[in-house]
């Protein structure tokens, strides 16, 4: 069972945001902003190139939802979905980051000369 599988069924305690049937958000062990959320559905999905248009259809409102409560809807905020190895995905289970809290640099994401003016 994957890690976040293991948050759904509560063998990994996690700091829950909210929660309901089908989706979970909890806050990143691992913040890299002053909100630093991830958002999964609770069903085990591999990636965001493997979900259904379905699922993806119910889990927009609930990640409008979270971004609302933490009062990051009228601030701003960032949503990051690493997808696959060159996308950095770490935990296969998909998760979207909600990233907010401050003014969020962009940055150039490798040391590729041929896209730093891009
Ligand atoms: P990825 O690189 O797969 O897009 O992101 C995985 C994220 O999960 C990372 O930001 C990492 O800090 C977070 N993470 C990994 N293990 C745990 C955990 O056990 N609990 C929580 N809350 N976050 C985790
Ligand atoms: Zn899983």
């Not at 049937?21 to 190139?49: R, S, T």
């Amino acid at each position: 069972m994957c890690i976040f599988c293991k948050i759904v069924d509560g063998e990994i305690p996690a700091n829950k945001v909210l929660e309901n049937e089908e989706f979970l958000a909890f806050h990143d062990i691992n913040p890299i902003a002053p909100i630093h959320i991830l958002i999964i559905p609770k069903v085990h999905v591999e990636n965001f190139q493997s979900v259904s248009p379905e699922l993806m259809a119910k889990m927009t409102p609930f990640i409008q939802q979270v971004a609302a409560e933490l009062c990051l809807d009228k601030s701003g905020y960032r949503l990051v979905v690493n997808n696959g190895k060159d996308g950095g995905q770490e935990v296969p289970h998909l998760h979207f980051h909600l990233l907010g809290g401050a003014r969020l640099k962009w940055t150039h994401l490798t040391e590729d000369e041929t896209h730093k003016n891009l």
